[in-house]
């Protein structure tokens, strides 16, 4: 009963900027967790950014001050800010949720449908 929906990706020159949307929909209670992760082609799923426990954000080390994780609480998305961007950002990125639907289900994982990012050279 939970939908994640990603936008924003494309085409962009190197040193260029992107923005990524993530919108949450369906039957949801809480949203414990939300964050963004990439899989390059041939490589593992990594984190990109994250929001912690605390309520600060987590970043990759090759991301980290390029790269700004946001979210809206009333609108249920999050955003990734992606500047300066590099050819090896090249992915497809997904955004993650963990979200209870109920008070006495989950949280569970959901995963956005991906958006392709690709920097030229």
């Known amino acids: 009963q939970v939908q994640l929906v990603e936008s924003g990706g494309g085409l962009v020159q190197p040193g260029g900027s992107l923005r990524l949307s993530c919108a949450a929909s369906?039957?949801?209670?809480?949203?414990?967790?939300m964050g963004w992760y990439r899989q390059a082609p041939g490589a593992q799923r990594e984190l990109v950014a994250a929001f912690t426990n605390g309520g600060g954000s987590t970043y990759a080390d090759s991301v980290k001050g390029r790269f700004a994780i946001s979210r809206d609480n009333a609108k249920k998305m999050v955003y990734l800010q992606m500047n300066s961007l590099k050819p090896e950002d090249t992915a497809v990125y997904y955004c993650y949720y963990q979200i209870r639907s109920t008070l006495a289900s989950g949280p569970y994982s959901y995963w956005g449908q991906g958006t392709q990012v690709t920097v030229s050279s």
């Open positions: 369906g039957s949801i209670f809480s949203i414990n967790a």
